[in-house]
């Protein structure tokens, strides 16, 4: 065991604030980052559940809940690529449902093609609910979001913008972050939305022969025929990035990292600074001895590397805990590597920063003193 | 003994402390010089600028007045870092109390010092603390930390910690005024018998009148003037 950390667990009394201060701060930033991840995941639903490897929409296009129409036409363009075997259109945007208790709840209305190979339809539609929604304005919805859309049960009718839409049926696992989806076929959604001309769609969804092609497809699009494409990965991201920056909600939450990791790197610094301030006398004996500065400053930056490994040791298995009971109540964490990594490091970074701070102990001690 | 065989010297060495609005001259003049394997003790009562003429001699502190030549080399005149190397090369402290990192076993606190001073691989480092340690008589103590060690076992890690560098000149600071002279005397015993042994010159300072026997020159310090007559040598003992 290293010098450094057989006095950490020596002295663990004296070390316990940093490695508590690192954890919490660690659990702060990975904890609100892995709920942002979560909650914005669910603005990209409609994307991750569906079969599509390609969306080609508007060229302002921002989300998939904000699209623009665009001519069905451009569905052939989309169909000649040689890699492109399936296309189809797909209707999406926010509307105002007037609930019967005369109450009213924006929510996103979903309309897709209904087939077996169906692009746009979500998985969680099984062919029996597919084919109820053939019916002109029938809807299905998530079962935990039936309240805010004034439906107690399967049956139950609501009113869009004064066309009567009914529940036939309900999924699960299909939470929306904000205004509640509403499965429908294309059919009906162009009924709902009155903005839409016939000859219009909001996107054009396509599937190649091997996904992997997706991407060269989308370049050719984009370049040759000047159409805004999107792989089906890349506009989940672009729609997830979209909203955590447009709510402002990506920016409190690096505020609120800042913060945390500021008052991590404050509580180390002064754990450690106290630690070696304590060891003056210790010190001051090996700068007698001629043993360098650095190799003494060596040992205070090993103990804020073992005080941040011990609080990413306590600090990740809690996020992770803490992310596992908040899905059991339906709120959605992700814990992706490309958050925990970084996490970490920047953890990792803070603390030793506050070794850094820390060394500047050392330069109280003065061997000479013991000699007073 | 010629001078040129000398291995520290101390030349008219003055120095003074401030107080507020007044100075204190806390050493007068003070001229000495060391052979190597010789234990020179400086007594005097406290106050009397023992503790300070250790910290000249040692470069732990600048002279207002005066040089430190060691080895012929004006100590003073090298930079900070070559000075620190020297002490590094050269030097072992025993200070008053025995500072001993408290997480650390009786052989960490001696493999430290050779390992982060000389970077000695881990090894080596752990052979000779054991030897040092053997020769002390804490072979059964190595693993133990200070707080499972006596006052007399602490003080001979200290001991063990300032020898296990093989240093030229090796300084104590009043090495027994915490001990009962059972364990004081033993402590004296293995610094006689280091500088015997290994050739090292061991300056004392020290009020600890029972330390005399073992020295082979004596000195007087008082009010910061050092009495150049060898009480040992006038008394019949040590080996000048």
């Avoid at chain 1, 447009?246 to 008052?263: F, H, N």
């Avoid at chain 2, 009786?106 to 340690?133: H, K, N, S, Y």
Wanted: net charge neutral; with cysteine; proline share 4%.
């Amino acid at each position: 065991m290293s010098y450094s950390l057989t006095t950490i667990w020596h002295e663990r009394k004296r070390f316990l604030p940093g490695i508590v201060a690192v954890a919490f701060s660690t659990l702060l930033i990975l904890f609100q980052g892995g709920l942002l991840v979560g909650q914005f995941s669910l603005t990209s639903t409609p994307i991750d559940h569906t079969r599509a490897d390609l969306w080609v929409g508007h060229p302002m296009n921002l989300s998939v809940d904000l699209g623009r129409p665009i001519p069905e036409r451009w569905l052939c363009q989309v169909a000649v690529q040689p890699e492109v075997v399936q296309v189809e259109t797909y209707v999406i945007g926010l509307i105002v449902v007037d609930r019967l208790d005369g109450r009213s709840e924006l929510c996103t209305v979903i309309g897709s093609a209904l087939g077996d190979n169906s692009l746009g339809a979500v998985r969680e539609l099984t062919p029996e609910l597919r084919g109820l929604l053939t019916e002109p304005g029938s809807v299905v919805a998530d079962e935990t979001e039936l309240g805010r859309l004034g439906f107690e049960r399967v049956g139950d009718v609501a009113e869009v913008l004064g066309k009567r839409v009914r529940l036939v049926g309900v999924v699960q696992g299909l939470k929306s972050l904000a205004a509640p989806y509403l499965f429908c076929s294309v059919q009906t959604a162009r009924i709902l939305f009155s903005g839409i001309e016939q000859d219009q769609t909001i996107f054009i969804l396509g599937r190649c022969q091997d996904p992997a092609n997706a991407s060269a497809v989308v370049q050719r699009l984009r370049k040759e025929h000047y159409l805004s494409a999107f792989t089906s990965d890349g506009f989940s991201n672009q729609t997830r990035i979209h909203w955590m920056t447009a709510t402002k909600a990506g920016l409190a939450a690096v505020w609120s990292a800042i913060l945390g990791l500021l008052i991590g790197l404050v509580i180390t610094s002064q754990t450690l600074y106290a630690a070696t301030a304590s060891a003056w006398r210790e010190y001051a004996v090996l700068e007698a001895l001629g043993i360098p500065t650095w190799r003494m400053g060596m040992t205070v930056l090993a103990q804020s590397f073992w005080i941040g490994t011990l609080g990413l040791a306590v600090a990740v298995p809690v996020s992770l805990g803490l992310g596992e009971l908040l899905g059991l109540v339906n709120i959605k964490v992700l814990f992706p590597i490309w958050l925990i990594g970084p996490s970490a490091a920047l953890t990792m970074i803070t603390v030793l920063l506050s070794g850094l701070f820390a060394m500047r102990s050392l330069r109280l001690v003065q061997p000479a003193e013991l000699l007073r | 003994m010629a001078a040129e065989t000398s291995c520290l010297e101390g030349h008219r060495l003055t120095h003074s402390f401030r107080q507020g609005e007044s100075r204190t001259t806390v050493l007068h003049d003070v001229s000495l010089a060391l052979w190597p394997g010789e234990m020179v003790l400086v007594m005097g009562p406290s106050g009397s600028g023992k503790s300070t003429l250790l910290a000249l001699l040692s470069g732990l502190l600048q002279p207002e007045e005066g040089e430190v030549l060691i080895f012929g080399e004006e100590l003073w005149r090298l930079r900070p870092a070559a000075r620190k190397a020297f002490r590094q090369r050269h030097f072992g402290f025993i200070f008053q109390g025995y500072n001993l990192f408290p997480a650390l076993t009786a052989r960490e606190q001696l493999e430290i010092v050779l390992r982060w001073g000389e970077g000695v691989p881990a090894g080596e480092a752990r052979t000779r603390a054991d030897a040092i340690l053997d020769l002390l008589g804490l072979g059964t103590k190595k693993t133990l930390r200070p707080a499972q060690l006596s006052g007399g076992e602490k003080q001979r890690v200290a001991i063990g910690r300032a020898l296990v560098k093989r240093p030229t000149v090796c300084f104590a600071d009043e090495p027994t005024s915490a001990l009962d002279w059972k364990h004081g005397q033993h402590v004296v015993e293995l610094l006689r018998a280091a500088a015997t042994a290994e050739g090292a010159t061991v300056f004392i300072v020290s009020h600890d009148a029972r330390i005399i026997p073992y020295a082979d020159r004596v000195f007087h310090l008082e009010d910061g003037y050092l009495d150049s007559h060898d009480l040992a040598a006038s008394a019949g003992m040590g080996t000048p």
